[in-house]
């Protein structure tokens, strides 16, 4: 059973930029949650995709997008980015339910 | 909204001993769902624990349990003979149903070290 994987692992950008980040859910899984994770703090919810539709969202900005493809990969994309998108990603993959198993994250730098 | 307050920024233990982790929360909702995630320095977030709220007896996973105080809105980590590889950041999370989304709310972690 393969789990849930993210690319890239981190990724450097400047202020401004756009990002696209990318998560492949685990085998069987149909949903996906995206979570912030600044330094030093706990993760936030940005949003969730069930069957290619956003099904929930937190505190974030509309700059902050995803999409849900057929396979039930997932990305999420950032425009204008600030330095204070500067953070750990983390992709999470469910059944759906309530047990979300996560990815190893991306660590995005915003200069 | 639901909160989740973790009291403890950082905390240590000596191997084989044991450490006990706080977390507190608030919601005005019966049914929901809480969590021990533990993160190491590799980053991936594994999950240790879960706790339904309907569920009376406290959940255990080998070495950890938690005490469960529904009435008083408390979700303590107990980690028993402690090893080396339990060197994490903890974080406890709470979800409940809500249109199909289980999001996740953190605490803002305690960082744990055991020391040979």
């Known amino acids: 059973e393969t789990g849930v994987t993210q690319s890239p692992t981190h990724l450097i950008k400047t202020r401004g930029q756009q990002v696209t980040l990318r998560c492949s859910s685990q085998?069987?899984?149909?949903?996906v949650s995206w979570y912030q994770q600044a330094l030093g703090q706990g993760p936030q919810f940005i949003f969730q995709?069930?069957?290619?539709?956003?099904?929930g969202r937190g505190n974030f900005p509309p700059r902050f997008s995803g999409l849900q493809f057929p396979n039930y990969s997932s990305e999420l994309n950032v425009n204008a980015l600030e330095l204070d998108d500067s953070a750990l990603y983390l992709c999470?993959?469910?059944?759906?339910?309530?047990?979300?198993?996560f990815g190893p994250g991306t660590r995005l730098t915003v200069l | 909204a639901q909160t989740v307050t973790q009291s403890q920024p950082e905390m240590s233990v000596q191997e084989a001993e044991t450490v006990t982790l706080s977390c507190t929360y608030d919601?005005?909702?019966?049914?929901?769902?809480l969590f021990w995630y533990k993160q190491p320095p590799s980053r991936q977030m594994i999950l240790v624990i879960r706790?339904?709220?309907?569920?009376?007896q406290n959940a255990t996973e080998n070495r950890f349990s938690v005490n469960f105080q529904k009435a008083a809105k408390s979700f303590s980590l107990k980690i028993s003979d402690s090893q080396l590889g339990d060197t994490a950041m903890y974080f406890c999370?709470?979800?409940?149903?809500?249109?199909?989304?289980?999001?996740?709310?953190f605490g803002k972690g305690t960082k744990l070290s055991v020391i040979p």
């Open positions: 999470a993959s469910s059944f759906p339910g309530v047990e979300q198993f």
């Open positions: 085998s069987g899984h149909n949903t």
């Open positions: 995709y069930y069957r290619e539709e956003e099904n």
């Open positions: 919601t005005s909702e019966s049914n929901y769902y």
């Open positions: 706790q339904e709220a309907y569920k009376q």
């Open positions: 999370a709470f979800t409940q149903p809500g249109a199909g989304s289980y999001q996740l709310t």
